[in-house]
């Protein structure tokens, strides 16, 4: 079994427990429920370094990368070094993310958030409105091209862009809807933890130019960017680089200005 394969299995039963707890009809009563978001692709867009930069304690691929962060401080510091948008892991299990972790960013700061989740269910994206964020992560690798259809229509639908992401052509060519508003692509192969910039590279052409590209994964050079931006990327997925340092708001910082000089 790949590790997708158990991650979505897990989520099933977690989102089944969570669903019974917590019904959508609490959801949409929450406050934030309410607020107008940002968008993540229009501030992409209007962006001249186009850094999303991520909160992410562990993985299955790596173990520990940062344990001794508090996301608030993260939040606050990748603010300061004027990033477009933060992802926010939000599974626990395999990632040590939780939605608690959206809301506290969410409280912190109020440019676009992402939330980082495996979705897998129509839940999630009332849970990620209730939650605060701006945008969701649809994974084309877990969805048949109709829930893809259903899903990201749902998030525009609550005012939440859609960040779908792929790994290859084929998972491209079922991800083409209308209601996506950004094309990721992941570096990282998710059913064998191999990166490669080879991914976006070879990808680029085929993603239309009425979406926001989106380069995920394994980016830790100022020249991984400059590359990838002429291939048409407006939007660079960064976690681990900045993670893994004691103050991934001051790595942010320090990157951002390198890239700008
Ligand atoms: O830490 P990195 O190599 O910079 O990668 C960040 C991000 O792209 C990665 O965490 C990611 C991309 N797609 C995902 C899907 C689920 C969980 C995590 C991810």
Excluded: W
């Excluded at 626990?92 to 979705?119: C, M, Q, Y």
């Excluded at 994974?139 to 859609?162: N, R």
């Amino acid at each position: 079994m790949t590790i997708l394969e158990k991650i979505t299995i897990y989520k099933r039963k977690e989102v089944e427990a969570r669903k019974k707890a917590f019904p959508i009809s609490i959801l949409e009563k929450a406050t934030l429920f309410e607020r107008e978001t940002v968008s993540l692709s229009l501030a992409l867009k209007n962006a001249s370094t186009g850094i999303i930069a991520e909160h992410k304690r562990r993985s299955p691929s790596k173990s520990v990368i940062n344990n001794n962060v508090q996301v608030q401080e993260v939040a606050k510091g990748y603010e300061a070094a004027s990033v477009t948008g933060m992802s926010v892991l939000t599974d626990t299990n395999f990632f040590g993310g939780s939605l608690d972790d959206l809301l506290v960013a969410r409280n912190a700061v109020s440019f676009p958030l992402l939330r980082k989740e495996f979705i897998i269910d129509p839940y999630q994206i009332f849970e990620a409105k209730a939650y605060g964020a701006d945008a969701i992560l649809l994974i084309a690798a877990c969805l048949s091209e109709k829930e893809l259809k259903e899903f990201s229509t749902l998030a525009k639908k609550l005012q939440l862009d859609v960040l779908l992401e792929v790994h290859n052509e084929e998972e491209l060519q079922k991800s083409l809807h209308p209601s996506v508003d950004m094309l990721g692509v992941n570096n990282r192969n998710l059913k064998t933890f191999d990166v490669s910039l080879d991914s976006s590279k070879a990808l680029s052409e085929a993603i239309p130019s009425n979406f926001v590209k989106v380069s995920e994964s394994g980016i830790s050079s100022i020249e991984a960017i400059k590359e990838l931006k002429n291939y048409g990327y407006q939007g660079f997925l960064i976690g681990e680089n900045f993670m893994k340092t004691d103050d991934p708001g001051k790595a942010a910082s320090a990157f951002i200005k390198k890239l700008n000089a």
